[in-house]
Every structure is written in structure tokens, then in C-alpha cells.
């Protein structure tokens, strides 16, 4: 069994800056692709940033490019995501999320492995 754990979110004003840890613990497990996702209260869970976890391409929902940014330390199976210049809107519980598979990155149903969410949220 895999197991991913978030931590790093927290209060923050409109213009800080924030950056949420994802570590994979549990059997041996060399996802594919690693993402995080953000779900708003009466939303739908959304994509946010992915990284191939062998290759290191990412990939990003267009309102967060050039604010957010993805990366991955091998050593430690832990995933980041740097978050500069928030905004209200970025207010969610941000997820991380694992695959083994070859999928669609910005498909939540492509995952099998999720964290419990940590909150972000961002005052104006």
C-alpha cells in the first residue's frame, strides 16, 4: 500500500507565498506521474500541476502558470508545489495525487493514490 501525506498549507495574505510538501511512503513505488489537485467548497475537484516523475516534464492549469511550480526530489519520493503570488481564488483543499500508469494527467479518475488534503487558504 502506497500512502501519500500533505502538509504546508495554511493561512496566508492575497500575494504570499506558500509551498505544500507530498511524501509517498509504504511498498516500493516509482509512480508515473504525481499531481496535485484543489477542490473549493462547492466545486468540483480541479487540476492544478503534474510532474512525470522519471522525465521531470510538468504541466500546469493555465491560471496558475508562472505563479505555481511543480518539482520532485527522487531521494526522498516527496513532490512540491512552490505557490507565489496567491490569490483568493486559490483558496481549496489542495490534494496530492499518484499514478503508475500512463494516463491522462489532469484526469482525477486517472490516480490511485491520494492524500487526506491539506487546507490553503487566502485572505484578500
Known amino acids: 500500500q502506497v500512502q501519500l501525506v500533505e502538509s504546508g498549507g495554511g493561512l496566508v495574505q492575497a500575494g504570499g507565498s506558500l509551498r505544500l510538501s507530498c511524501a509517498a511512503s509504504g511498498r516500493t513505488f516509482i509512480p508515473y506521474t504525481m499531481a496535485w489537485f484543489r477542490q473549493a467548497p462547492g466545486k468540483e475537484r480541479e487540476f492544478v500541476a503534474a510532474i512525470r516523475w522519471s522525465a521531470s516534464i510538468t504541466y500546469y492549469t493555465d491560471s496558475v502558470k508562472g505563479r505555481f511550480t511543480i518539482s520532485r526530489d527522487n531521494a526522498k519520493n516527496t513532490m512540491f508545489l512552490q505557490m507565489n503570488s496567491l490569490k483568493p481564488e486559490d483558496t481549496a483543499i489542495y490534494y496530492c495525487?499518484?499514478?503508475?500508469?500512463?494516463?491522462?494527467?489532469?484526469?482525477?479518475?486517472?490516480?490511485?493514490?491520494w492524500g487526506q488534503g491539506t487546507q490553503v487558504t487566502v485572505s484578500s
Open positions: 495525487a499518484a499514478t503508475s500508469r500512463l494516463n491522462p494527467y489532469e484526469n482525477r479518475f486517472a490516480y490511485e493514490y
